[in-house]
């Protein structure tokens, strides 16, 4: 496109005149695509509440999020406590910086997994009244019958999605940034190659068949959305996310409670047009999105009778335009507070903006909203209306640590006698090292768990740095290690990996909090926050007080409020989350002095680990030139 580049303003609706009104597409994906599964028999994990059979029927909210291994559903009843759940298996293929995933295999694993939390929940079809979707930011590429598209390099067909972690496109997204496009202001100033675009210019670049073939281009979990409802409409969350989109385009057009579907009047087409994307645009942005919606909006007609059918539930029961995972667990937690806090900030709307969320899963999210926008370098955001609506959002995270602990634990040499034995105990391996790092406590007369690490130093950054540093280029490091390879160098180990991780979480919330944020309580949620270790360390290191929720599937929770939203049990999203959200322990940092100090000092090795890493780089650098 050519001309003046638009001026963007969050004040200001950003109608483009030429555009005239279009029909949705409406059509339900053929049933041909997803008629076989690729994978092998699913194995189920399952949990449900025990319960009797209940003599009236009830009302069931249904929450599934698509994770990276695995599918998950989960029931909840009027008040948000979970009914039953269950999960389901995935396909994953990783050759190197590609990691890849098949939509129809993912939607096999769906069914099947909200068939077994129906049974194990003893809830009925009809009990269910809303169904909301969350899943992880991976982008899908299906052709117009809504079959796959391969974006491989193996051009196999089923693998049609390329998963959020990849980094693939680290290239192209130093490409799109050296642009400087003012949309990049929303985003940290800076494309990450998790993002859409990058990975949209990588199969452009190099699957040019594949990049013709495709008709839709959908975030994982608007793909799910449409799959159920056969309506294309996308998700202000992941849009403004992950793809550029300026959802403040709306902002004096519609408020959540007046929710329709809005014709998609923020993206930027000259953004496209530079970074070689320019046919996107085409057909008022057709293959990204023409229209967009809140979180929780109805979709369509509800379930098309086709996706009823292999979900075991009604045709036409709501369903409420996504989240990605992480956002529907801030959903799920934010307004989770002691019932006295509650109370007392019932009808605070500031009080939410002094909090944070720790969505701690394979990578960590944090989540904090603010009436402002607030513009923090290296941070994504803001993002208007992306989580709750009518706030802005600010999303720092962390790409690996979950999957840093794993790698972590699996890579050492003591590791199979640790599995070994948690297995014969029927534990977890984390709470083995947990107690194992108490008893080396009392062992070695330390004054307190953390000071078992003195002289060992992680640097997390082993996929990258997404905040406060934006350094996809950067590495992990250890610092410390001896020839030591026993089961408690193990333990002393994964514990200053905790460690490096939280320290990585306080970077962040100081910097959100060095431009404009006031952050000063934490919730978390996520399966790293079950580990009362990783918790306690950041708490801690953070110096906050961190709340866990009382249920602790908060991302199916947060899926499931969508659900309720979109079937109008609830006027708005916000309105849902203060009926459904519900607290449960809160963690306090230590008031032992000397454990702050300890840490303060670790914390400055921790930031000077980066530092020194740049410099080695650099001489690096200069010696190849």
């Not at 109608?15 to 997803?34: D, F, V």
């Not at 294309?232 to 300026?246: A, F």
Request: with cysteine.
């Amino acid at each position: 496109m050519s001309g003046i580049r638009r001026g963007w303003s969050d004040t200001t609706p950003l109608i483009r005149q030429q555009q005239q009104p279009h029909q949705k597409n409406r059509s339900a994906t053929s049933p041909s695509a997803h008629s076989h599964s690729i994978s092998s028999p699913l194995f189920l994990e399952m949990a449900a509440a025990i319960s009797s059979s209940p003599a009236t029927p009830r009302t069931a909210f249904l929450g599934v999020d698509v994770g990276t291994g695995s599918a998950r559903a989960g029931l909840f009843d009027e008040k948000g406590k979970l009914l039953g759940s269950a999960s389901s298996p995935i396909q994953i293929w990783k050759e190197g910086d590609c990691i890849e995933q098949s939509s129809t295999d993912i939607w096999h694993a769906i069914c099947s997994a909200v068939k077994s939390a129906c049974s194990l929940a003893k809830v009925e079809g009809e009990e269910v009244k809303g169904i909301g979707f969350a899943a992880t930011c991976s982008l899908v590429a299906v052709d117009a019958d809504g079959s796959p598209v391969t974006v491989s390099w193996s051009g196999d067909s089923r693998r049609n999605i390329i998963v959020w972690m990849d980094h693939r496109a680290v290239k192209q997204a130093e490409k799109i940034n050296s642009r400087n496009s003012p949309v990049l202001q929303y985003c940290g100033g800076s494309v990450s190659p998790e993002m859409q675009p990058p990975k949209l210019l990588w199969v452009k670049e190099n699957l040019q068949e594949s990049w013709s073939m495709v008709f839709r281009w959908m975030d994982l979990s608007d793909w799910l959305s449409y799959r159920a409802t056969g309506d294309d409409t996308r998700s202000l969350c992941t849009t403004v996310c992950k793809w550029t989109y300026l959802g403040h385009a709306h902002m004096q057009q519609m408020n959540e409670k007046d929710s329709r579907d809005m014709e998609a009047c923020g993206w930027d087409d000259d953004f496209w047009e530079e970074i070689g994307l320019g046919d996107l645009v085409e057909g008022h942005h057709a293959k990204i999105g023409r229209s967009v919606a809140f979180p929780g909006h109805g979709l369509g007609s509800g379930l098309t009778p086709t996706a009823a059918k292999e979900l075991g539930l009604l045709a036409g029961t709501p369903v409420g335009t996504s989240l990605i995972d992480a956002h529907a667990g801030g959903v799920g937690v934010m307004e989770s507070l002691p019932k006295t806090d509650c109370e007392a900030e019932e009808n605070d709307n500031e009080a939410i903006c002094h909090r944070m969320v720790l969505v701690c899963g394979t990578s960590t999210c944090h989540m904090a909203v603010s009436r402002d926008k607030l513009f923090i370098p290296g941070v994504w955001g803001p993002f208007w209306s992306a989580m709750i609506p009518e706030y802005w959002l600010t999303e720092g995270g962390q790409s690996a640590t979950g999957a840093l602990l794993d790698y972590i634990i699996e890579n050492h040499v003591a590791s199979p006698r640790l599995a070994n034995r948690a297995a014969s105990r029927n534990t977890s391996l984390f709470l083995l090292l947990n107690n194992m790092l108490e008893s080396m406590m009392s062992e070695m007369q330390c004054p307190f768990i953390a000071a078992l690490t003195e002289d060992i130093h992680v640097l997390p950054d082993f996929h990258g740095n997404r905040s406060p540093i934006a350094d996809p280029k950067a590495k992990g490091v250890v610092c410390g290690l001896t020839l030591d390879t026993s089961e408690k160098q193990l333990a002393r180990l994964y514990l200053a990996t905790i460690q490096g991780i939280a320290y990585g979480t306080r970077h962040i919330v100081e910097h959100c909090n060095a431009n404009g944020h006031k952050i000063d309580t934490l919730l978390a949620c996520g399966g790293l926050s079950k580990n009362a270790l990783f918790i306690q360390e950041h708490a801690d290191i953070i110096g906050c007080p961190i709340i866990l929720p009382r249920e602790s599937e908060s991302v199916l929770l947060g899926a499931a409020i969508l659900g309720a939203v979109a079937a109008k049990k609830y006027s708005c999203l916000s309105d849902a989350m203060k009926a459904l959200n519900a607290a449960g322990q809160v963690i306090h940092p230590s008031k032992d002095p000397r454990v702050k100090k300890y840490h303060d000092a670790k914390y400055q090795i921790f930031l000077e680990l980066y530092k020194q890493q740049l410099s080695q780089r650099s001489i690096m650098a200069q010696a190849l030139a």
